[in-house]
């Protein structure tokens, strides 16, 4: 739909998403050191939300098992820094080699079975990863995790244990997993993914090869996810099993139906959320997962199209 | 060392096992079957049962036995209240979407997890066995004066684990009574194979829900009761427990509960014995990978006949 403008909905829509960038960019001189460590960590976080939309989102697949992708970067890269003293770049590869192998692995196996199958298989798959993580306990520490030092966290020449770089590098990668996101759902690949979504039926009998564009979907999500662990690892400097468990399955989940499954902005917006919500309560409560159980539960109840699902459809169409 | 009485031991165990997840799998294999709900809440239904228990049997006190028949009567009715006021509540008014019932039976687990620690706290705490005593498992070998009976160091078993075994029997039989030979069974059988046509003949599904719903968390919370005079209970206690069922229900085939008894008795003893050789991690380990390439490759489960 051209706009009189002559502003295709597309174009708008990068628009808006870079200003919002831009915005985040800005928002590091102004906020205060707490919420500017926060916002670090939430645009990591949200790298890996925007990895688990791609696969549930826009190709309609609900995994529970990505927190298997998640800590695949995080210990594909902490475990090379840790045990062989390889710098942040090499390790870094690593990290989303290992997130490929394991997403390809993965995805081809569980892409056999479909629907509630596909959730089970993909939840016991993560398990039995969070389990191999405490087998080999040895060289993953696991539960109690270990820490990466301080010296060791510099790439490029810059110290990624200081808030300002940590904060910058958060952003690039921020940058680069939600420009990716919406480049691939205005290509024809992403159009095929929202195709298979709506009715993978029909877009088989149109031709698709939905087997592949999943497949490939599931990598894409995967290796965004493994990214965003490898990420997590380098600058906050700490590996655990705990990324590991169902819980961290969970929270993607939450956050992307938070902020609106299927829109480009969402998860950042579920994380950023969902993340204030339980920091606010567990400073009075250990229980803080009961604000996510309600959450859940009222988000199925009253907003299913989530915070941006509902914004997009009530005021700005356009939004990707 | 001997490797049989090991065995025997860990056959017992594992039968143990199997009877206490064949009635919670049961139970998820009935909500799965009739409604088409994955409850992914299952295994808080089997925590709050424990720990209700162990509320019962605080209160009452007396006798173990008197408390515990009480628990074992209180706690699933109160657990199975509870379910059908989530059903009504939640499930229903998201009409039983297949993803949404997920996303909300998730947010029901953190909420009765949650809200358990928050009032019983992270406390482990026992229920005492209405009857223990020791049985110990005697063993033959030869030796220079012919063949003799001795009974292997620290090997045993207790009779309320045996209980447990007749006991879980026992109301699997009641409970397929009730599925095969009753009116209210027949009603819920109809209405797992046509719900429209079961509402068009006047069955009010929407209380059928309710009452499968509830009874799926019912057998759940009467499966923890039975356990947690063995295994203390624990508000993070269900996360385990609805892993296993999940597998036994799939194994057995969606929705079926034969089938279910029977991957139930297969994985209970199975990780009873796997468990004699390998650490428990591994054992978890290896369990869960065959169980997912089950999954993966007969998609129908064992027993079933086709793709569901």
């Not at chain 1, 190709?59 to 902490?78: E, N, V």
């Not at chain 1, 979504?197 to 009998?205: F, G, L, P, Q």
Request: aromatic share 12%.
């Amino acid at each position: 739909m051209i706009e009189k403008t002559g502003m295709t909905d597309a174009r708008k829509s990068l628009y808006f998403h870079l200003g919002l960038i831009g915005a985040l960019f800005i928002l590091q001189f102004i906020l205060p050191a707490y919420h500017h460590g926060n916002l670090a960590r939430i645009m990591v976080l949200a790298c890996y939300a925007m990895g688990y939309n791609i696969l549930f989102g826009y190709t309609g697949l609900l995994s529970l098992g990505h927190a298997m992708f998640f800590a695949a970067g995080m210990y594909g890269m902490g475990l090379p820094m840790v045990h062989l003293g390889w710098t942040p770049e090499p390790a870094l590869i690593s990290a989303i080699v290992v997130g490929v192998v394991v997403s390809a692995g993965i995805g081809f196996l569980a892409l056999r079975t479909s629907g509630v199958s596909f959730m089970i298989v993909t939840l016991m798959f993560a398990q039995a990863g969070f389990l191999t993580i405490l087998y080999f306990g040895e060289w993953t520490r696991g539960d109690e995790g270990f820490v990466i030092k301080q010296a060791e966290r510099v790439m490029a020449g810059f110290d990624l244990s200081q808030p300002t770089n940590r904060y910058n590098a958060a952003l690039i990668l921020f940058s680069i997993c939600l420009l990716l996101t919406i480049r691939l759902v205005h290509s024809r690949f992403g159009r095929v993914m929202i195709a298979i979504r709506e009715n993978e039926e029909r877009t088989h009998m149109l031709g698709y090869d939905v087997h592949f564009h999943k497949w490939m979907a599931v990598i894409m999500s995967g290796t965004m996810a493994a990214l965003a662990g490898a990420a997590y690892a380098l600058l906050f400097g700490y590996a655990g099993a705990t990324f590991a468990s169902v819980q961290y399955s969970i929270f993607p989940l939450l956050w992307v139906l938070l902020g609106g499954a299927g829109t480009a902005l969402g998860p950042f917006i579920g994380t950023l959320f969902m993340f204030y919500l339980i920091d606010l309560s567990s400073s009075f409560t250990t229980a803080y997962m009961l604000i996510a159980g309600l959450a859940l539960v009222l988000l199925t109840l009253f907003l299913p199209q989530g915070l941006v699902g509902e914004f997009r459809r009530k005021v700005v169409p356009w939004l990707s | 060392m001997e490797l049989a009485p090991y065995l025997i031991l860990g056959s017992i165990e594992g039968l143990v096992t199997a009877a206490v997840l064949a009635l919670m799998a049961v139970g998820l294999s009935l909500v799965f079957g009739v409604m088409r709900v994955v409850n992914v809440a299952h295994g808080e239904f089997f925590m709050l049962g424990a720990v209700l228990a162990w509320f019962v049997a605080d209160m009452i006190g007396g006798h173990p036995a008197i408390s515990f028949v009480a628990a074992l009567f209180i706690a699933p009715v109160l657990v199975g209240s509870l379910a059908v006021v989530a059903d009504t509540m939640i499930l229903k008014r998201i009409k039983y979407d297949p993803e949404r019932t997920i996303v909300a039976t998730i947010g029901l687990l953190y909420i009765i997890q949650q809200v358990t620690l928050m009032t019983y706290g992270s406390n482990a705490r026992p229920v005492e066995p209405p009857f223990n005593q020791r049985i110990s498992i005697p063993w033959f070998e030869w030796t220079e004066s012919g063949l003799s009976m001795y009974w292997p160091w620290g090997l045993g078993t207790t009779t309320y684990k045996l209980a447990v075994i007749g006991f879980a029997v026992i109301l699997l039989l009641a409970i397929w009574v009730l599925m095969t030979r009753t009116r209210i069974g027949l009603i819920m059988r109809a209405t797992q194979l046509d719900r429209d046509v079961a509402q068009a003949y006047g069955i009010n599904v929407d209380r059928v829900y309710a009452l499968v719903f509830g009874l799926g968390a019912g057998l759940a919370a009467l499966a923890a009761v039975l356990i947690v005079p063995i295994q203390q209970a624990h508000y993070l206690m269900g996360h385990d427990p609805l892993l296993l069922s999940f597998i036994v229900v799939i194994i057995g085939g969606l929705g079926s509960l034969a089938g279910t008894v029977v991957a139930a008795v297969l994985i209970g003893l199975s990780d009873g014995l796997i468990s004699v050789f390998f650490t428990p991690t591994l054992a978890k380990i290896i369990a869960t990978l065959i169980v997912t390439f089950v999954l993966i490759f007969r998609p129908s489960g064992l027993l079933g006949k086709h793709n569901p």
